[in-house]
């Protein structure tokens, strides 16, 4: 469950609650989500299998993340086995999320 940026989905609030498939946790993920990234969310976006599954995804992951996107366009299973990790996009994010580091670089050692 860890994302191609390093992230670990089991842990994410919108992995739980759409495993859980609790509307009552989707409206609070929703409200969480919205003040923090100062974006409109919806309870009903709140549906996510996890970054690397096939399933359903949160749209920001799958249409907007430029991690992703990048990891996928070089066939990499995640950001720790790619040749130019970490690179400048990875870092910023990083700044943001710095678990996602330790747990890539734990990938690396
Ligand atoms: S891909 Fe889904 S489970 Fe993973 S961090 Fe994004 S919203 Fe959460
Ligand atoms: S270039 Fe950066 S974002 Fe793209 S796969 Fe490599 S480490 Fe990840």
New binding site residues.
């Given amino acids: 469950m860890i994302a ?2 390093g992230l670990d989905c089991s842990k994410c609030d919108g992995y739980l609650a759409t495993q859980a498939d609790d509307d009552d946790k989707r409206a609070a993920v929703a409200k969480q989500w919205s003040a923090q990234y100062g974006a409109d969310i919806k309870p009903e976006h709140i549906n996510c299998d996890g970054c690397s599954s096939e399933g359903r995804k949160f749209f920001y992951c799958s249409e907007m993340c ?2 992703r996107k ?2 996928m ?2 066939a ?1 299973p ?13 870092e910023k ?1 990083f700044a943001l999320a710095p678990d996602a580091r330790t747990a890539l670089d734990a990938l690396r050692d």
């Fill in positions: 191609y940026c430029e991690v990048c990891a366009a070089k990499v995640n950001c720790a086995a790619c040749d130019d990790y970490a690179c400048d996009t990875l994010f």
